[in-house]
């Protein structure tokens, strides 16, 4: 069920499902992206790295945290557009095999001049399986309000 504007309040927060990162993941962003980096591509160069095996593409992280916040259902209809991505860091790698998922906390909200939706930004965490954070940054949205309820929001 897809959640609007008025649904939501700061500080709430959301946990989605977890993924595995699968060799066909990094092979196939590898091929979208055109990134052939050894250090994703490459194990014997990788094995002499910091990391010591393959990195996946760090902005792969932010990729399939799209992808898991689609499986969440939470904006399905209600979304208009996603307004930018701001501070994103990344913490610590993902590799071939990481069971990733994210937690999502309402950072803010603001209505537009316009009387049929809002901004929403929301802060990303994406967490591996050991509970590490490898990934964070902040991501707006402009939400629909839902039909019929600018009046009382705005009263």
Known sequence: MALYYEDLTEGQTFTSPARTVTETDL????MLSGDWNPIH???EFAQETYYGKRVVHGV???SMMTGLLDRTGLFDGSAIAMLG?????FKGPIFVGDTIHFEMEIVSKRLTSKEDRGIVDRQFRLINQRGE??????????LR????????VRS
Do not use: H, Y
């Open 27 to 30: 092979v196939s962003f590898a």
């Open 41 to 43: 591509t490459n194990q």
């Open 60 to 62: 792969f992280g932010i």
């Open 85 to 89: 991505i701001r501070d994103w860091t």
């Open 133 to 142: 954070t490898v990934q964070e940054g902040n991501i707006a949205i402009m």
């Open 145 to 152: 309000l839902k039909a019929g309820s600018s009046d009382k």
